[in-house]
């Protein structure tokens, strides 16, 4: 599945280095705003309809352990796979093409530097 993954971002023209080192994390932080009603970051988070996102980038799937995470996210989980740059770059853009089935009602974000921007703000939570 995630050569599938790596494909779709070769088709979708999104970039495969690490995003999050050529994002603006102030910038992220507006973007992030899309991501409030469902997920927090910082010292006080708690989850909320989706996880906290503390020390996403680099962890395995459904690493928080008190959250009820889908099933289609814990088959994923089971095959191993991690939260890394590319990974996340992919899910930001159609979580459903990363996690058919998943819990994620979020469409996507459509811009590259929204996505860098997103992951800047996000590795400061690690």
């Known amino acids: 599945m995630i050569k599938t993954v790596l494909q779709t971002i070769a088709v979708l023209g999104v970039m495969t280095a690490p995003a999050f080192a050529e994002g603006?994390?102030?910038?992220?932080?507006?973007?992030?705003n899309k991501c409030k009603a469902c997920h927090a970051v910082?010292?006080?988070?708690?989850?909320?309809?989706?996880?906290?996102?503390?020390?996403?980038i680099g962890a395995e799937f459904g690493?928080?352990?008190?959250?009820?995470y889908s099933k289609a996210l814990l088959?994923?989980?089971?095959e191993g796979?991690?939260?890394?740059?590319e990974t996340l770059t992919a899910y930001l853009t159609?979580?459903?093409?990363?996690?058919?089935?998943?819990?994620?009602s979020f469409a996507g974000l459509r811009k590259e530097a929204d996505?860098?921007?997103v992951l800047a703000f996000l590795a400061q939570y690690e």
Not at 24 to 32: L, Q, S, W
Not at 63 to 68: C, L, Q
Not at 94 to 104: L, R
């Open 63 to 68: 690493h928080v352990e008190d959250f009820k």
């Open 81 to 85: 796979l991690v939260w890394d740059e």
């Open 75 to 78: 088959e994923k989980k089971e």
């Open 115 to 117: 996505i860098e921007n």
């Open 94 to 104: 159609k979580p459903k093409e990363v996690i058919p089935g998943g819990s994620m």
């Open 24 to 32: 603006d994390a102030k910038k992220g932080e507006k973007v992030f």
């Open 42 to 56: 910082g010292d006080d988070a708690k989850n909320k309809v989706g996880p906290v996102l503390n020390g996403v």
